[in-house]
């Protein structure tokens, strides 16, 4: 059974950081695509970040330079460094497969607010 749970999480100022991992089960995550979502109330989920082995990580033009995907293939997690953060990453971050989410695999999230 394939399980991800994130964690880290929580209440920033503007400008602040916070790191959010992703432990996974079931499978072993250096063998796929994996990346970090996120879907902001009114909003549809989108895809932040991603990694494959071999390649360096992805990001989405709203967090390129902020935003910092990593794998620790020892723990099967996933993590994601936040920095300058801003009211507009306020959102609910997921993690799953970087290509082709499964519906199933959606844990509950880690949520993210900034604000002042």
């Known amino acids: 059974q394939v399980q991800f749970v994130e964690s880290g999480g929580g209440s920033v100022q503007p400008g602040g950081s916070l790191k959010l991992a992703c432990t996974a089960s079931?499978?072993?995550?250096?063998?796929?695509?994996m990346g970090w979502y996120r879907q902001a109330p009114g909003k549809e989920r989108e895809l932040v970040a991603s990694?494959?082995?071999?390649?360096?990580?992805k990001y989405a033009d709203s967090v390129k330079g902020r935003f910092t995907l990593s794998r620790d293939a020892a723990k099967n997690a996933l993590y994601l460094q936040m920095n300058t953060l801003s009211p507009e990453d306020t959102a609910v971050y997921y993690c799953?497969?970087?290509?082709?989410?499964?519906?199933?695999?959606w844990g509950q999230g880690t949520q993210v607010s900034v604000s002042p």
């Open positions: 799953n497969f970087g290509v082709s989410p499964r519906s199933d695999f």
């Open positions: 079931g499978i072993i995550i250096e063998h796929y695509v």
């Open positions: 990694i494959t082995t071999g390649t360096a990580p």
